[in-house]
């Protein structure tokens, strides 16, 4: 089957989100997560896009660009060098990020400044942190930067037209909502028999039986949750526990 057509922005604004290859980490320490931001910070300088977010997750990562040339040579300037790097600090070959990189447009301010709370957000949401300022790996640290009038990597000029000072944008950054964005979890979805499968395969589903408390069975359920990006029913009935025991397993 033919690969779908990139959907082309009519603003060049795009929310690009780029996955390990089979769920591989892309990131192992921060001296990783470092080193890709200063390949961000290269690409830039010489294609002079411009960058409005970027989020580091250990998997995956969000971008949100304005294109200066192609998009996709962007994400090439950005990845080619940080694979390079990567694959001779651990030792590997071959790739590290999935072949074809997900896109959206984003063609309206008002939708850039919602991708902009929902990439911001990812953190917040795995439970890796309790406010998006306590993520050292987003571009919310650029903003702090870009507000104090600090060199910045972040093209700020649209988000301090709405947010007139940090404490504005990080008001907004951090409120409850039900964005609809672009998801890392979109296209991984299981039947319950794959899903079965997939736990059996891992061992998740002797493990979790075996767990010799609740504390280590509810951690190994939460992992499940938060790597597989399956609903907690679908979980819960596939390992054999009431919606209610996954739900609190993953607080």
Same mark, same amino acid.
Do not use: A, F, H, N
């Given at each position: 089957m033919a690969r779908q057509a990139r959907k082309r922005s009519a603003t060049g604004i795009y929310h690009i989100m780029l996955r390990g290859i089979d769920k591989r980490n892309i990131f192992l320490d921060d001296e990783d997560r470092k080193i890709f931001v200063e390949k961000i910070k290269r690409a830039k300088e010489k294609a002079n896009f411009e960058l409005y977010a970027f989020c580091l997750m250990d998997n995956h990562i969000h971008l949100l660009i304005k294109e200066s040339e192609d998009i996709g040579t962007i994400? $090439?300037?950005?990845?080619?060098?940080y694979v390079g790097w990567h694959n001779n600090k651990y030792g590997r070959t071959g790739h590290l990020f999935q072949n074809r990189f997900n896109s959206e447009a984003v063609e309206s301010? =008002?939708? =850039?400044?919602?991708v902009?709370?929902?990439?911001h957000q990812n953190p917040l949401k795995a439970r890796i942190v309790d406010k998006v300022e306590a993520y050292?790996?987003?571009?919310y640290k650029e903003y702090e930067l870009a507000y104090k009038k600090k060199e910045s990597i972040i093209d700020a000029r649209v988000v301090k037209h709405y947010f007139k000072t940090i404490r504005d944008l990080n008001t907004y950054i951090n409120e409850k909502n039900n964005d609809?964005?672009?998801?890392y979890y979109d296209k991984i979805k299981y039947t319950? $028999?794959?899903l079965k499968e997939k736990l059996d395969q891992e061992g998740i589903i002797e493990n979790i039986k075996k767990a010799s408390n609740i504390e280590i069975r509810n951690q190994m359920i939460k992992e499940a949750y938060l790597e597989l990006g399956v609903s907690m029913r679908q979980l819960g009935r596939v390992l054999g526990l009431s919606k209610s025991?996954?739900?609190k397993a993953t607080k």
């Open positions: 994400i $090439k300037r950005i990845t080619v060098g301010e =008002l939708y =850039l400044l919602t902009l709370r929902y990439i050292d790996w987003s571009s609809q964005c672009m998801d319950d $028999k794959q025991i996954v739900e």
